[in-house]
């Protein structure tokens, strides 16, 4: 197996970021940092002072690419008006989100593979790292996300989690396993089908994962989006069912929240760059939807209103005239529409109102978002 060290293509939108609003106050550092905003707070929940995190690449799947090596810190951002969450994990700079749709597999003592559309993680901690973090990790990522327990191929495959080789071993196990999970929720497995031409490159979409995970983190914080830019449904079983349901404090993100706003966003580029003739069809099969909890997740007009801060901050090639950025995001916004998740229900459950509201669409200028 190749392993080489190379961080994700300069993002036009990491500038943009850094010039968002900062906390009101941020404390010392440590676990438990708490990052204060307007409207909500972003809490350190775990840390751990080094990690590892690469990427298992399904164009040259002998590749195994070293994304960040640094502090690792899993956060939580929890909005102050509504009961909307989002949990990422980070290592260095580099932020990846977490969903009860997305699955994560412990496959060694210190060691973790992680699916998301278009993308498939390893994150490996080092021997010097307390058993207590590990075992608090595993204990947030069954409540954050679909986990599993496979610490079993760690002695089957009869490598080192600390040696190389180890990961292939591992991969050709429990690739399988996290292809059926993600298939089980309805999302494609292997490469984007708007991941060609220009946007081909798998580094490329995971700058714009961790991107658009802390620009949805921050986006609720400071105010850019409310409530009219998301739905939630209740997936709880209801009180029909012989069951009571007790009062949901918390609404945990679907994975297509971050991930339909890299496909819209590959696909303006492929579109404007006049590479839409390589778009592949998706193998998305039809899936269900996980239960047991409240799930949020962006509505068309939250979409659009996060596509224009990222055109307007410069991710494209050049802005297009007003009209004809409306055409793109309207283009973009019906591919992931005529795609849609298992979650995109027509009508909310019972018990939760839907917040969608097509109408009214967020018109953001160039002034607003630079300053």
Known sequence: MASSSAPPPASRMASFLSRMPKPLNIPSGGAGRIEEYSMGTIMEVIRADSAVLMLMEYENPQNLRIL???????????????????????????????????????????????????????????PTTAESTVTLLEELFRQFTHYEDSQHVAAEVGVSEDQLGFWQKAREQVEPVLRARLQRYGHFTGKSPTAVGSQSSELLRAGRISDATELVMKAFLIGLLNFTHCDIHDLRPHPQNGRTVAPGRVSYPTIVVFSNIVEALQFIWVIATDEGHLLRPENRPGGVRPSGFKVWYLNRSGLACLLRVLIYAGEMPERPANHQLRRLIERARNWNSTHPPPLEMSESEEGEASTSDDSQETSISASEVHN
């Open 68 to 126: 960040k090596r640094g502090n690792f810190a899993m956060k939580l951002m929890m909005q102050t008006i509504s009961t909307i969450v989002v949990a990422a994990c980070v290592v260095g700079d580099m932020y990846w989100s977490l969903a009860k749709d997305a699955p994560v597999v412990r496959v060694a003592g210190r060691s973790f593979l992680f699916a998301l559309p278009g993308l498939l993680y390893a994150l490996c901690f080092p």
